[in-house]
């Protein structure tokens, strides 16, 4: 299967999404799945891993729901309260779902740096383990150094990093989280196993306008530290619309993955997510 493995769906009108104001012109809007068949048809893509957007499990519901109307939707990684009781139960309620694949809390928008080494984590941390569900890790460069000291404590989590970490692309080698601060930190993440990463979110994090010239340095090392069995292709969509469309970066991944065997690029585009999350 060829699979995007990280999308989103939104409904404003559910007001989970306090960070979607008017000023993102681009994204302010409903985005469902009758928008999304078009352009994973166009794009030969078979099905994909919708991932929360909200920290409310009200939102982990409605995807669920979506993707028991919607086949293509062969996952859903959502959210819960990691601190509570309640939140800890929601988790096993959720995981009795054969379509729930994981958790994702926001961590880049959650303070301190340190908060998911935080004791109040773990029984969340030994529940995803004992259910065999993934952990999307939604962390910026400065997190990437807490994050493998959470790998140190827990090395049967099943870590997925979205976004290659979201190295500050624009900002370029030397620059505050660019790709001199981020490399070395992604190559101390991918010695541990249990750890992929995710293809996706890279031209929101660069300039406007960005090609492949611009991405391709972040590309090659995140191949280079994983391996493509431990990489996954995901579009970001509709995110991925504040700098560019879904043909576009289709396209340019596509490019990017051109010189790469056949074996590569089916891990890349399909393998790795199909595998990790457990896709049906």
Request: with cysteine; charged share 25%.
């Amino acid at each position: 299967m060829r699979i995007d493995a990280h999308q989103h769906f939104w409904r404003l009108s559910k007001g989970f999404y306090g960070w979607l104001t008017p000023e993102l012109e681009a994204i302010y809007a409903d985005f469902e799945p009758a928008q999304m068949k078009p352009l994973l048809a166009a794009a030969g893509i078979d099905g994909t891993v919708a991932v929360q957007a909200a920290p409310d499990m009200r939102e982990t519901e409605f995807l669920l729901c979506l993707a028991e109307k919607n086949p293509f939707i062969r996952g859903v990684v959502g959210w819960i309260d990691m601190e509570t009781k309640e939140g800890i139960a929601a988790l096993k309620r959720f995981g009795r779902n054969p379509l729930f694949k994981g958790i994702r809390p926001m961590i880049q928008d959650i303070m301190p740096v340190t908060w998911m080494l935080g004791a109040k984590l773990d029984p969340a941390y030994r529940t995803l383990i004992d259910l065999g569900l993934s952990f999307d890790a939604l962390v910026k460069p400065l997190h990437l150094d807490v994050l493998a000291m959470l790998l140190d404590r827990y090395p049967d989590l099943s870590v997925i990093i979205d976004h290659g970490g979201k190295a500050a692309i624009r900002e370029g080698l030397g620059g505050a989280g660019g790709f001199d601060e981020w490399a070395p930190k992604i190559d101390r993440l991918a010695r541990f196993p249990n750890v992929a990463c995710k293809l996706s979110g890279l031209l929101t994090e660069a300039r406007p306008g960005a090609t492949l010239d611009d991405l391709a340095p972040y590309l090659d090392h995140l191949h280079d530290a994983f391996g493509a069995s431990r990489l996954m292709w995901g579009s970001d969509w509709p995110v991925l619309l504040l700098e560019s469309d879904y043909a576009r970066w289709d396209a340019m991944f596509a490019e990017w993955l051109s010189g790469k065997p056949d074996a590569a690029r089916d891990d890349i585009m399909g393998g790795t997510a199909t595998r990790l999350y457990r896709l049906q």
